[in-house]
């Protein structure tokens, strides 16, 4: 997967610090000063869904989705695809520290 989105080592050498926080709190993102040029990469490279509707309840036949659930990586405007999605970024963030 991480080959796949082409999670280069300049990318995260670029990113790292946003990398680092948004696999904390995707909602890190979401902030006035994160970086659109990272938000637009994640996005093309289909890391994170930007944006999320509200859950509201009566649109849901069963329990709706939580409103933000860290250790899956949603929060509540930004989510990781999957947490495979961010455990992909997070390792390969590790593996390219300097």
């Known amino acids: 997967m991480i080959e796949n989105k082409s999670i280069t080592s300049g990318f ?23 970086p659109q040029e990272l938000v637009k990469e994640l996005i093309e490279k289909n890391l994170i869904i930007y944006h999320m509707h ?8 069963d329990t709706p989705p939580p409103e933000k659930d860290l250790e899956l990586g ?7 695809q999957t947490p495979l999605h961010r ?11 300097a």
């Open 12 to 34: 995260i050498n670029k990113w790292r610090n946003w990398l680092e926080e948004s696999v904390r709190d995707p909602d890190a993102l979401w902030a006035p000063d994160a």
């Open 54 to 61: 509200r859950r509201f309840e009566y649109r849901w036949i």
């Open 74 to 80: 949603i929060g509540r405007y930004v989510a990781w």
């Open 87 to 97: 455990e992909a970024v997070k390792k390969r963030s590790k593996s390219y520290r």
